[in-house]
Structure formats: C-alpha cells, structure tokens
T-cell receptor, first 114, second 113 residues
Framework: KAGVTQTPRYLIKTRGQQVTLSCSPISGHRSVSWYQQTPGQGLQFLFEYFSETQRNKGNFPGRFSGRQFSNSRSEMNVSTLELGDSALYLC?????????????FGPGTRLLVL | QKEVEQNSGPLSVPEGAIASLNCTYSDRVSQSFFWYRQYSGKSPELIMSIYSNGDKEDGRFTAQLNKASQYVSLLIRDSQPSDSATYLCAVKGSGGSNYKLTFGKGTLLTVNP
C-alpha cells in the first residue's frame, strides 16, 4: 500500500500571503489529522477530519482551516501568513481515527515564511 | 502542567547498552499510548503502541505502561547507532478527545559506537 503523501514538500511564502497544503491518506483510511511541528513547541494538533467532517480542532487561530473531500483527501489552508507559521506541517491518516488506531504520518510540508 | 512530558535529554548511551525513555501524562482518562521515532528531517514513524498496564515487547523494544502512576516508558535493548533519533511519546483519549494525538516534546537519543 502506498503511504501518506503530502504536496508540496517545500514552500516559501511571504508574510500576509496564504497557502494551501494537500494530503492524500493511505488507501482505505478515512481519518486525516494535521499537525504543526516547530522546534519550540514540538508537534501540535491542528484538526482531524472524518467523512468530510471536522471532529476535533486544536488551539490554533482561525487563520488555520481545513477540509476533506469525498475521496478522503484533505487540504489545510493558512491565511495571512505570519513569520511564526514557519514549521513542518504533517498529516497523518488512520482507518477511522479510533482510540487504538495508529496514525501514519506523511513526509510533511516544510513551510518557510519570510 | 503540560499534558505529556518526556525526560528532556539529550540522552547518550554506548552501543549495546539499554536506553530508557520516560513519559508522564496528566489526563487520567488517556487510553492509548504510542512511541514514535523521528529521524532528523523525517516524519515520525511508529515504534510501539500500548493500551493496558504492564509490559509489551517487540524485538529490542519494550514499552511499559502504569496507568495508576500515569507513566509510560520505552526501553531499547542492545542499542545501535541506527537508533539515534528523537523519540516522541504520544497519548490518545485525553482532553475529552478520542481523535487527536497529544505529543511530548521528544527525547533526543544518541547511541555512540
């Protein structure tokens, strides 16, 4: 089975711009979660989607949004980029997001905001 | 109090030694516990998962869970230089959410040849 894929792998943006990141889960996985990883804060949960519905959201401002399509692919959007948004953005998929299910991570998108 | 705390490290052990990585969590209702390994510049990959009290062994890795003490650990026996990475403890089922993983900040392990 192919793993989780994320595009693009690298992005450079300037403050005030917006960005859209894409994630394709493992085939058959319907739960997609997004995380932000920075050296200072570590891995922080952004949101989780299942069957096109957001089930949980982390403590991030409204500039961070996401959506999921009927084929389980997911996108996240960050509007009005700030320098502090520079990070590795990881998505992870699992069959249904159950308590005992392992989340499998994609390679990540490294975003640099100048 | 942070939700998931790990020994800050970095931890350095000689090749062949046992590496011990520790993690505590604050939410008693947490139900699932995971150890991920992350090499520099790469994404996290699962090492072990554990759900009930006691030990769980997989090759050179042993995870230990003590829910009464809110403590989970990972032992790596016969450490190899290829084990050098950041180890992330993650907890699921805390904070009223069944769907998100809450991570510790990680412990950097270096295994010296």
């Amino acid at each position: 089975k192919a793993g989780v894929t994320q595009t693009p792998r690298y992005l450079i943006k300037t403050r005030g711009q917006q960005v859209t990141l894409s994630c394709s889960p493992i085939s058959g996985h319907r739960s997609v979660s997004w995380y932000q990883q920075t050296p200072g804060q570590g891995l922080q949960f952004l949101f989780e989607y299942f069957s096109e519905t957001q089930r949980n959201k982390g403590n991030f401002p409204g500039r961070f949004s996401g959506r999921q399509f009927s084929n389980s692919r997911s996108e996240m959007n960050v509007s009005t980029l700030e320098l502090g948004d520079s990070a590795l953005y990881l998505c992870a998929s699992s069959p249904s997001g159950g308590l005992s299910e392992t989340q499998y991570f994609g390679p990540g998108t490294r975003l640099l905001v100048l | 109090q942070k939700e998931v705390e790990q020994n800050s490290g970095p931890l350095s052990v000689p090749e062949g030694a046992i590496a011990s990585l520790n993690c505590t969590y604050s939410d008693r209702v947490s139900q699932s516990f995971f150890w991920y390994r992350q090499y520099s510049g790469k994404s996290p990959e699962l090492i072990m998962s554990i759900y009930s009290n006691g030990d769980k062994e997989d090759g050179r890795f042993t995870a230990q869970l003590n829910k009464a003490s809110q403590y989970v650990s990972l032992l790596i026996r016969d450490s190899q230089p290829s084990d050098s990475a950041t180890y992330l403890c993650a907890v699921k089922g805390s904070g009223g959410s069944n769907y998100k993983l809450t991570f510790g900040k990680g412990t950097l392990l270096t295994v010296n040849p």
